[in-house]
């Protein structure tokens, strides 16, 4: 009787990522396809905005610097949802997603930097501040790749889905420091104009193609990261099966001793 | 070819574990060097391979063949530990140390075939199981070519079945004009072996 | 203020590389691993649940 | 030897991630010294080249350690030496060397001039730390190859090797740095210690193979 439920326990559990795979055989092209037709649309509002007086056509850079930065938030928080899903609730899928929304969520940081470096120099003058908010952004990115490092450091899943889901957890204060930074110091970076009491102080005609921006970046995001998740799903079943098949090795030749 | 220890004397950890030895190996014949846990068997292998200085005697390889030169040379060792990369996959161990030490009589699908390792050369070494692990380490024998094998507990860890498929390796091994020296408290299932025991009290 | 089209250029060409290099890392990632996984299938290797169902030892 | 260096090229990649450890590393002790020292960026433009100097070596001496630890931990070491007629054991340990200089601290290079716009340097200064750096590194490897050996048999070593280096491994900070500025600053010149720098990373490419491999030897039990 036991053994039955212990058997049907671990069927949900290899139930859920089998069908986590289905799910997103079925949904991964219309995703694809919408983010790329969001991001087109986004992509030729953001280029027929009027220069801005003050800031000229750099402007631009804001409709991709700012969906960055937001991205490179929401991923964390997302991992750190995760983490608490591998510690409270154990359940498999939400390691899985957290491995994989590292590296995304690295290269929207470093993206952010990047662009927001570019934005810096002809606004302020330089690439690079050590200002509340640069800093807290740029110990995000090595936040995110502390991670990497701790995940691919140790080979057993297991083992490191719950190291890896502290660090995740301590780490994330730094998601308040940084969204609130710019109003707990004084920064050189402007102040939230798109998201905070009293309504946008950003002119429509800027606020549209960023919030076009923003929603196709976010569909990127999940796009990738659902693809990631699929491929460390695939590549813990490589593991699984060649553990297998180192098994099966063993056996073989045995039996064949025993038939002589 | 043949192998000359002559008054070979060997310490570990400064204290002298054996003296005095003399033995020969030629062509053709395997050595078994027995005794209890401690008494030098690996120090003694180790010293053969080079890898540890003599404490006293002399240590010389008598003809043998052009390709190598110097005893260290001439010799596989297989110690305790298999040499071979975790995270890597047994062929590429394996093609690694074969264009590391030369190419020998077999390619690496072969040796592997003779370990009876040939469906799993391609998971990475880590995941195999001790008997398995021990069975690739052989197959590096095999793959490059060398006349004298040094074995320290060779068949530690593999079952019977593998431990025939060996001795079987090491047949051919002696009937090619290799030799072997192999510290073991098993018997390999060599005929006609030598056996040289150590741990006399000194 | 007009002379910053090299910067705005920049940032969107340094995104545009960047994201299509995490893209291509992505799909060669999944090509190895559903290539690893068919010649795993090919050498009639299944996981331990499907073997389980074959046989309920 | 094109085996070895794919062989620990590999492993560096594949295992464990040891490369990015050293970069995150290298990332977190200069994303440090603005705190130490205040964010004004003139001062961080003058102490830059000097910083990113000492960072890379702090990144560099990291992973020495398991230069030939790893090797001796599973055995690959004994059969390494022992092959020492058909290659020549300083010339392995000079392989050995340039593949874990490739994977673990030319990243640190290249990430470097990325570093040098946090530090508010000129891009004169960038671009000379980073090609002293690009020279000068390697030396730091080799000289770590002699401590990484003389270290191999003890149990955690880590520490030790880095003690042992940081003072051989001092010239190669002076030169290093001293060119970088020489760059910048007008009377000091920057090929002068640009070429010596280099003369050193040849002098410890013989000296320091042929050191570890006498160590190695004489460390084998």
Known sequence: MSDAISKTGRWIDLANPTRFLSFAGAVLPWLGGLTLLVLAVGFWMSINVPDDYQQGSTVQIMFIHVPFAWLSMMCYTIMSIAALGTLVWRHPLADVSAKAAAPIGAVFTALALITGSLWGKPMWGTWWVWDARLTSVFVLFLMYLGIIALTRAMDDPAKSAKTTSILTLVGFINIPIIKFSVDWWNTLHQPASVLRMGGSTLDPSYLRPLLVMAIGFTLLFFTLHMMAMRNEIWRRRVVAMRRVA??????????QQEVR | MRLVAEKLGGERGGELLFHGLDFMVSAGEALLVTGRNGSGKSTL?????????QAEGTLRLEGEPAAFEGLAA??????????????????????FWQSFNGRGKYSIAEALERVGLGEIGHLPFGYLSTGQKR??????????????????EPTAGLDKASETQFAALMQEHLARGGLIVAATHLPLGLAGSKELALGAPL | MMGHAGFVLASYGAAIIVLAALIGWILIDQRIQRQALQELESRGIRRRSETKMDNPS | ????????????????????????????????????????LKLLARIGAAMLWVGALLATLLGLDRLFQADRDDGSLDLLIMASE??????????????????SVLPLVIASPLLGLFMNMEPAAIGATALTLLVGTPAITLIGAVGAAVAVSLPRGGLLVSVIILPLAIPVLIFGVSASYGAVEDPAPFLAPFLILGAITLFFAVLGPVAAAIALRSSAD
């Open chain 2, 135 to 152: 069975r690739a380490s052989i197959a590096r024998l095999l793959t490059s070519e060398r006349p004298v094998w040094l074995l320290d």
């Open chain 2, 45 to 53: 292998l180790r010293i053969i391979a080079g890898l540890l200085a």
């Open chain 4, 1 to 40: 030897m094109g085996a070895l260096f794919l062989r620990d090229v590999r492993l560096g990649l594949r295992a464990g991630g040891g490369a990015l450890v050293g970069i995150l590393f290298f990332l977190a002790v200069i994303a440090v010294v603005p705190f130490g020292v205040g964010p004004d």
């Open chain 2, 74 to 95: 001439a010799a596989h060792y297989l110690g305790h530990l298999n040499a071979m990369k975790q995270v890597l996959s047994v062929h590429e161990n394996l093609h």
């Open chain 1, 246 to 255: 180192a098994r099966n090795a063993e056996r073989g030749p045995a039996k």
């Open chain 4, 86 to 103: 058909r290659h020549m054991l300083p010339l392995t340990i000079l392989v050995k060397c340039l593949a874990h200089w490739s994977v």
